[in-house]
């Protein structure tokens, strides 16, 4: 019989869709329930995607529809984008965009917030929706993918049904136990959730331990990158173009937010202003606040520094290619995703020890780890990058093995695959 596979996740997601589309063409049965109104991403293939209804007040939609027709008309006009390409959901769609506009006409429309998180989530993606759709859909396991805003609604939703609750994988992003731990409503949530999870699984060796600390018992599945691997192919094409010692590009990371520190990363910048003449700085990733200290470092201390537009994952890589460092600093992370992809291109990372970048590089040779708050010794680190052509190039093939070893995307899917078929063998729901 086909096991069925229920996904509770950021559906416009990058890492989802790449994690997803890894086992959504395996013989399983794959479901997502989203975790707001936002679009599914594009690239999502062969799942079927359930939006909950919301219960409206007729006499309020129809006064606001007085007031504005086109609001609805040009909700409906985007409905068929709105679909997956693939499948057609089980539950009722509706309208995104209309909805949206229709938001202070909602009946009991409101968000709910926890501690100091930013996982906010309107009550319709909430858990006794949630609740409702397992009862009928009756799923063979629960992959819950992030604990802020999909582990903690699915933790509700188990809360609601009680006993004959299905099988529960929850994958650990990020800062999602490392970061949110420190908060005592957080804790108390994150070990809630640990103690009912029958699975979990995370993409740093140091994450199962802080799991296990707070209270999980169940099967550790291996660890492994939450966005699979990259095409070894591509990889080869793209980082062989350019020597790295030769490379006159330095790509920085830009999320100035709860954990990202470019502002930091920038201030060590500046102070490399003389080691960088012929150098290209390029910030991508970038958060509001970065775009006003961007243009002070290009006018006022003279830089050859820009912000790169939002782009695509191929882009992104081939910028990559060109770079002689990357620098990414942040105070919370798991495995920084584009740290593995700036690896892989061959350029030298630098990446804060906040994260889990030692499980991946040795400190002073593969690359440099360093911590979050120090500019002055950031910008020694990264002096030292951009002037010793023997250390950028020894780490780039140190770099190279390794990326090809842990990696390499058709052995991350096979081992992704082996998740559900270990979980599945011999289960009966």
Not at 191 to 216: I, M, P, T, W
Not at 250 to 260: R, S
Not at 309 to 314: E, G, I, L, N, Q
């Amino acid at each position: 019989m086909q096991k069925k596979i229920l996904f509770v996740a950021m559906q416009m997601s990058t890492h989802t869709v790449r994690w997803i589309n890894q086992i959504s063409n395996q013989g399983w049965d794959v479901h997502l329930f989203p975790v707001n109104s936002l679009p599914v991403h594009p690239e999502l293939r062969d799942v079927t995607i359930h939006q909950p209804w919301f219960l409206v007040r007729p006499r309020l939609i129809l006064k606001s529809l007085i007031r504005n027709p086109r609001m609805l008309f040009s909700g409906l006009a985007r409905l068929e984008g709105s679909l997956h390409p693939n499948k057609l959901p089980v539950e009722a769609i509706y309208p995104l965009p209309a909805i949206a506009r229709m938001v202070p006409y909602l009946n009991g429309f409101r968000t709910v917030s926890l501690g100091a998180s930013d996982a906010t989530a309107p009550l319709a993606y909430g858990p006794k929706v949630l609740a409702r759709l397992i009862r009928k859909l009756k799923p063979d396991l629960i992959h819950s993918l992030e604990f802020q805003h999909c582990g903690y609604c699915v933790l509700g939703a188990k809360e609601i049904i009680g006993s004959g609750f299905p099988k529960w994988l929850a994958t650990n992003w990020g800062s999602d136990i490392y970061y949110y731990r420190q908060f005592d409503e957080h804790r108390l949530r994150i070990s809630q959730l640990l103690r009912n999870a029958d699975y979990y699984s995370c993409e740093c060796a140091r994450d199962v331990g802080l799991a296990k600390e707070l209270g999980f018992s169940g099967k550790v599945m291996p660890v492994m990158p939450n966005t699979g691997g990259l095409d070894m192919d591509l990889v080869k094409n793209l980082r062989d173009i350019h020597h790295t010692s030769k490379r006159k590009i330095i790509m920085v990371k830009g999320y100035q937010h709860f954990a990202g520190r470019a502002l930091t990363a920038l201030d060590a910048v500046e102070r490399c202003a003389a080691d960088l003449a012929g150098y290209q700085v390029l910030v991508f990733s970038a958060s509001p606040e970065v775009y006003g200290r961007v243009d002070e470092l290009r006018d006022f201390v003279g830089l050859n520094i820009r912000i790169l537009p939002h782009s695509s994952h191929d882009f992104i890589l081939r910028m990559f290619s060109r770079a002689r460092v990357y620098l990414g600093i942040s105070v919370s992370d798991a495995i920084s995703t584009s740290m593995l992809e700036a690896m892989a291109m061959g350029a030298f990372p630098i990446q804060t020890d906040t994260s889990c970048c030692v499980e991946w590089i040795e400190d002073g040779k593969s690359g440099f780890s360093i911590p979050a708050g120090d500019s002055v010794l950031i910008a020694d680190r990264l002096r030292r990058a951009l002037t010793d052509d023997e250390l950028v190039d020894g780490a780039s093939a140190i770099n190279r093995a390794t990326v090809k070893s842990r990696l390499d995307q058709a052995a991350l899917k096979q081992q992704a695959i082996r998740f559900y078929e270990e979980i599945f063998q011999g289960y009966a729901p």
